[in-house]
């Protein structure tokens, strides 16, 4: 809800996306930092958010007390509706009957007049989708989008009901964003929709909205600020899921390759900045997966001329199972040191790249399968430590004119 509307009097204003609270004239009730999980809150929770339509008795003891044990369900849910009357009474709402019972259906009371934001929300889509005006349907999907405040209560996460809400109303969230999008992409309004794509790669995260902010800067020619995103988002996906990010941004990665022009120069400045820093001089290049797959397919074609091979080599860290490990603070300082082992026994010319959470990806180019062996073994020397059970599996295809060959080998 805006703030214009929690500083009016006498409205009880309920949060639920993102988290839970209540407050009346400007005084949190419920919520924050309060237990957002006690039977006082869910009750109400349910019935604020039921609204007109209400709920029936058996379908409330449903939703709060589930496959537990009560001996007695008509006498518990009296119970929790007496104690959240009396904690209300006590928070300073006016003393009025706050839940109603009409022919065992219960209700929020009408004498309180409420706004909850999940609700606005709704209705802001609704409106947009219902408009038949492209302006207005515009800024009636960018105040949905920006009324969204995140999951829908996060700390319910065990009560199926909010769960099959949090699922809708990120559907909607998803809906309005793609609409916005399209309508500010109609109108070449890209600041609109690269602050659109950014306030939504925050707002839920992991859902790919970086593409939209990507796609945006690269109309925009804001190639440098381009290039940045698409280096911390390939990271972040890297860190928290340990795959590339999707389809998307990276096309519009290969869009802004495609897009950035340069001054008329002579060719000796044109080579010191394509030399750039050339990192260590005794290291392999360490690089970024779209980088690294440019290299690929170049000394691919190269192999096909000359005749002679590479070596792909897939490096992936195994726990003392011998499974891969996936998560935890423990793998990410052993990828770190994974890399550095990687990059120090290669040479010069041979790339390295980060590949999911675990894996890099080194290219030996010129290299034969003896030569891979010798570089898994200087791998090894630097990765192993004492007797540690961590170990490193090596899929290997070695790239010829005529064939690749897979080979597997486990430290």
């Not at 040191?337 to 026994?345: K, V, W």
């Amino acid at each position: 809800m805006t703030a214009a509307i929690e500083k009016q009097k006498d409205i009880l204003c309920v949060k639920m996306l993102g988290g839970f609270s209540m407050s009346y004239n400007g005084r949190t009730i419920a919520g924050s930092s309060k237990s957002s999980v006690s039977q006082n809150n869910a009750l109400l929770q349910i019935l604020i958010h039921s609204g007109k339509s209400g709920v029936t008795r058996d379908r409330l003891e449903e939703l709060l007390f589930g496959d537990r044990e009560v001996d007695n369900a008509h006498h518990s849910l009296r119970s929790v509706i007496y104690n959240a009357k009396k904690y209300l009474e006590k928070s300073g709402l006016p003393k009025v009957n706050y839940i109603l019972s009409d022919k065992d259906v219960f209700y929020w009371t009408d004498e309180i007049e409420v706004v909850e934001d999940a609700r606005e929300f709704e209705d802001l889509y609704n409106q947009a989708m219902n408009e038949g005006d492209s302006s207005n349907r515009l800024e009636y999907f960018l105040k949905a989008c920006y009324r969204y405040g995140g999951e829908f209560l996060p700390m319910q996460t065990g009560n199926v009901w909010a769960v099959r809400e949090s699922i809708r109303y990120e559907e909607i969230f998803s809906t309005c964003v793609e609409k916005a999008g399209d309508l500010l992409r109609d109108r070449q309004d890209y600041n609109r929709m690269k602050e659109l794509g950014q306030f939504a790669s925050v707002i839920s995260p992991l859902s790919d909205w970086e593409s939209m902010t990507m796609e945006a800067l690269v109309r925009m020619r804001k190639y440098d600020e381009a290039i940045r995103l698409y280096e911390c988002t390939v990271k972040y996906y890297l860190d928290e899921l340990g795959v590339h990010p999707s389809g998307k941004i990276v096309e519009w990665f290969e869009h802004l390759g495609k897009g950035i022009s340069h001054h008329h120069t002579v060719l000796e400045d044109i080579t010191r900045d394509l030399e750039g820093d050339t990192g260590t001089p005794s290291e392999g290049y360490l690089c970024s997966y779209p980088v690294f797959q440019g290299i690929y397919r170049s000394n691919r074609r190269l192999i096909e001329r000359t005749g002679a091979s590479s070596c792909l080599m897939l490096c992936t860290i195994l726990d003392g199972k011998g499974n891969p490990m996936k998560e935890g603070n423990v793998l990410d300082r052993l990828f770190d040191r994974l890399i550095d082992s990687a990059c120090s026994s290669v040479r010069r010319g041979d790339a390295v790249c980060s590949y999911g959470r675990g894996q890099c990806l080194i290219l030996l180019t010129d290299a034969t399968r003896e030569e891979c062996t010798l570089v898994q073994q200087r791998i090894n020397r630097q990765f192993i430590v004492g007797r540690q059970r961590i170990s490193v599996q090596y899929d290997v295809t070695v790239i010829s004119p005529d064939e690749r060959t897979l080979f597997r080998k486990t430290s």
